[in-house]
Every structure is written in structure tokens, then in C-alpha cells.
């Protein structure tokens, strides 16, 4: 296979962005894409907050998947669980009968040696990728900020620990996330000064620090552009006062609100293009920048996850 | 375009009159380290004095704009003339600070260890490197340890502190107490112990089997190793970390939530500001950035735009030289009036469910260009202070 594979085409996707820029949005927009296009997905929840499933109009789920949506499973992380999990099936150790001490020593070392949990979150994606149950997980990863110790988690462990179960374990995961035609990471953004900053610090850091690919940017909450540029001037002759006026007495009311609110979304687009422009030039060449619209939603749920999945099929070209 | 809620105290500048400390948090990207710098900048401006914000990671351009290029760890005041450009004149000092949380790790250790000899063995192990430097919750212990630090030192007036993003809101409130819970630990004590001895009680030993199949033994002595030069310093920690959390129910701290109200964070800010409450510790002020115009929930205009959209063409007869283009205009204006309309009635909505009882309840509306100078911190500013 040559060039970068697909998104839909990847075993293990990581959505990962600055907080409040949507990033549970946009994983609950794939999911339901690669849904709509047959795969049978796994969506995972990192910070468990419950947010993706309630974006399918479903309950939350814990650590054992459930079906939320035709094809579509979710489950939260739970690192205490994963850990668990982890005993039963690699090393044979019933914990049954001691999971208060266990789940006290886990925490423990957990605190004390980081990276325990990171490879605990990371290796249970990693497993579900390899026992194959789905076409396609992705997650709804943590926070641009912690991504990258999460995804450099088997490295770190890698170096840091040198002999011991764990150090065998780490290096099937490895070969999973450092595979560009199973695993990729996509950056969501939105159109903001801080969001562009960190989403570029974060792609190069990505690259520098661990050995997961990056896939694509999606910006978020795109504003439409308004006018034309023909169109902008002849806004302007509207604006002017006796112009106003005579359309306001034409339309049985006041129609500055509705003019100024015109203005302020030219402007809000305006300044918002200047960091998406930023954002292109400081990306690395080739690397897919796909822009999501805003969406004038009264509120978040399986209607907006279709309109999102929609619109990321368009600019898939799917 | 400032809501105020009425209760007793009705302005930031009021509540400010008798706080050492404002703790500005909430869910990420909301603005809140440049509600913290404006804030900080402002009560210079209006109530003088020595002023010092400790910002976790502002947006470059600001952080350029007030001359704090490659700032860190140390206090360094940001000049008069700064504030000139904006027209302002500062009645007392601006100071800024970012918090390494490295350094003030460092710091820290240098502080608390009984002799060089431990400091260094210390500094150098690999474990506390990586707890130092990577790992994420020592960031939200740091970052009130340095508080407390420079509020002991007794420089400042007013201290307003922005608060790391955190994975949850309120892990850098739990910090100081699950750092003392850390190192009190009855499980501490058990990894040490069996690397003096390892002839441990039949109770503890599969603890240890398990430990030591997980992590490997080298591993695990690394991690003793670590925390038995820890330990020297455990009653100096213990003593710092309660003394961090009494600094933050102390009467002269208050919190800023600060938050937009998208659907996501309003949803944190609530549970912030319950948290808080539940807490007892002092919620001063919920402050909403970007905050659409009220204009967007007018009825009337809402009606008018609908008529607008039905008969852009007849409106715009004869009003400029291509009527087609003027008719897509008014509709698209009208159009875009009615998306705006159900984003702000959503909005509106979300404002009114937001809990908690803050003395101050200030909405900030959206500004036309983002704020990287002076001149737009003081105006931010202005709003937030009444």
C-alpha cells in the first residue's frame, strides 16, 4: 500500500484536542461515519465523562463495551479494571478474593510510577486492536496535553523498566501504534488563537516524542462565510444610515439587531480565517486539514453526531 | 453589557477589596488565563498596589505584548510603559510569573532535604525525573505549593492565579491533600520495607509477588530507593501540604469559575461551582466570556428577520444598483440573525441553569478581535471589574 491510508481505514484512531474545542464531538462523528459505512466500531472514552454515549442518546457505558448504536460499541476506560483484566488474562493471578488491597496497591503504584496508568489505558486499545473484535476503535482521548505521555507511555516503560512482565508486554503495542496503517492520531482545533497554537505544538510533539502517526487536523465550528466580496460592499451601502432606515421602515420594524448581528459574524469569521490560514502554514505538507462547519444547534445529540459524520464524509470525499 | 446579580456585593472590584488570592479555574479554553491577566492588570490600574498573576501558559502574542517573552520560574513586573501604549496608568506594580514545574520541583526538594547529599541523590534519580518533568498531577500540586510559597514571602497585595488544565477541574484542589495522603501511606511504608528485608509477614507477600511479576524487581527497588530518600523529608511535606490547602479556605482567598457557555464547559463550571460550595471554600465570582449579544433573544427582531428572509427582493427594490445581489444579502443576513438566534437563546438557556451561588455573576460579551495587548486586557478588564 502506498500513501497515507484512509481514516476509515485504520484499526486504532486517537482524537485528541485542546479542552472545549470538541473533540468528543468529533469522535462520536466518525464513529457514527465509519458506522454508517459498515464497520463495526468500538468507541472509547478516556476521561469518562459520559459524554460520547449521551451523543448517541444512549446511557453511559463502563469498561464492558455495549452496543449503542447499530455497529457501534462504547465503552469507557478503567484503568483499575483494564489492570484486572490484565492479571487474568497474561499472567493467570485470580484477584478475586483480594481486590481491596489490590485496588489499593494499584493506586499506589499507579501515583508512584507514571506511565502505569498510561500503559494500562493504552495497552487495553492496543489489545481490543489485536483480538480484532472490531474493524475500527477510536478513542476520545485525553486532552492534547496528555496525549503524548500516553502515546509515549510504552516507550517510556520501555526505558524505565527493564526487566518484568510489563517490559514484555510493551512491545506488541508498540508495533500496533507505530504501524501508520493501523494506528493515527487526529488533532481537532477550532479556528482560535490557542487552539491553533497547541494543535501545532502538539503535531510536532507527536512526531518528536512518540511513534504514532498524525492523520489529519480537523478544525472545528467553521464559521460560513457570509458574502462575496460584491456582496460585502453592497452590506455596507445597507448599513449606511438613511439606507437603513428606509428598510427598516419597509420591514415594520427596527433592522439594526439584524444588521449588526450579520456584522458580527463577518467579523468573527474574519479573524478566525487569520488563524486557520496559521494553522495551514504551520502544519507540515500533506498532512489533511478537514474543516467541520459550525452547527447552529439547539442542542448536542444523535442529530448533531449525524450532521458531524455527514460533514467529515464530505470532506473525506466519501 | 454588564449583568450584575445583586447580593450584597455587586462588583469584582468590590470583592477583590479584601482578597489576597483570586484562584481563577474552570474547564479549558475558556479564557481564563487571559481573564486572569486582565484582571490582575485592571486592579492595578483601579486599586494600585503590588499585583502579581501566575499564569500557567498564556497565549504567545500576549505574553510578547506585556513583555514576557521566555519568562519563568522568577517575578518579573511588567513595565509602565506597557501600560502607557494602552493609554493607562497604573496607580501600583504589575508582576508576572509562569509556573515551571520543574524548577519548582527542584525548588521544593532544595527546601525540604536534610542534607546535600539527599538533595542531590534526589535530583539525579530517574523516578523523580520523571515524576518532576512528565507526570501530570505534580503540575496541580506545584502550582499551589508555588502559591502558598509566594504568598508567605508577603510581596504581594493581590495574587491572581490561573490554574493549570487539568484532566478534572478539581484535581488541583484535592492536590496538597493527596499529596500528604501519599506520603502517610500504609502501602509506602510495605514497598520500602522489603528491600531492608525481604522477609516480609505471610500477609504482604503476594502484594509483593504481584509487584514484583508486574513491574519486575529492578523496578520496584528503584521505586523504594526513591521514596526511602523521600522519606527523609516526609513531616516537611506533610507540614507544606496542609498548610497549602488552610491557605485555600483561608477568608482572604476567593475563586473565579470562569467559562463560556458552550455545552461542555457550563457543564464543569456547575459542577465547579457545587464542588466549591461543598467545600466551603469561597466561590467570589462566576465570570462568562464570550457571552453572545442580547440582542441575538429579541422576539421582535427574531420575527422581523423571518419577514426579512420571506421578502428580501420586495425590501431591497430600487436600494442599490443590482437588486439581485442586495435581495441575497438581506437573506443571508437574515438567515444568519436566525442561526445566531438559536445559539444564543441556547446559551441563555445554559446561563440560567448555572448553579452555584457566586457573590458576583459578570458576563463578558464577544469581542470582535482576540486579546493579545494591553490596551484589550484593560477592556476585558473593565468588564470583569464593574
Redesign the interface.
Known sequence: MTGPPDLLDLRLVFVTG????GK?TVAAGLSQLAGEHGKRVLVCEV?AKG?VTSLFEASPTDFTPREIAPGIWSMSMDTEASLREY?KLH?R?PVVG?IG??A??F???A?????VQEILTVGKLCWEVREAHYDIVVVDA??S??IV?QLAAPQ?IND????????GQTDWMLDILSDPHQTGLVAVCTP????V?ETLELVTRVREETTVRTSAVIVNRVL?E??SQ??ER??E??RKPE?EA??SE??????T??????R??V??RR?RSVHLQRLQAGLPDGLPVLLLPYL?????GARTTRQVAHALGEELGL | MTTIRERGRTTVGQLLAAKDIVVACGPGGVGKTTTAASLAATAVVEQGGRVLVLTVDPARRLADALGLKGIGNDEVRITDDVFAEAAAHPRGELWAAMLDTKQSWDDLIRTHAPDDETCQQILANPLYQNISGRFVQSHDYIAMERLYQIHSEGKYDLIVVDTPPTRNALDFLDAPQRMADFFSSRLLRWLIVPYRSRLVNVASRPFYQVADRILGTQFLADISEFFILFQSMYSGFIERAEAVTRLLSDRRTTFMVVSTLEATPVREAEFFSAELSARKLHLGAIVLNKVLPEYLRDPNADKLAQSMQASAAALTDGLTEDPAVAARVVGEVAESFLNFGVVARREAEQQAELKGAPDVFVTVPFYDADIYDMTGLLRLGAQVWG
Open positions: 485542546k479542552g472545549g474545542v468528543t476521561d459524554d492479571l499472567l493471578i483480594r488491597p489490590l489499593r496497591a493506586d499506589f503504584v501515583t508512584a510510577a507514571p506511565g485525553p486532552a496535553g496528555h505521555g517510556a524505565l523498566v527493564k526487566v518484568g512482565l510489563i517490559r482560535e488563537e490557542m487552539p497554537n460560513p457570509l458574502f460584491p456582496e453592497v452590506f451601502q445597507l439606507v428606509v428598510l419597509r420591514a415594520g420594524g427596527t433592522v439587531p439584524v444588521l449588526e448581528a450579520a458580527l459574524a467579523t468573527l479573524t447552529f444547534a439547539r442542542s448536542f
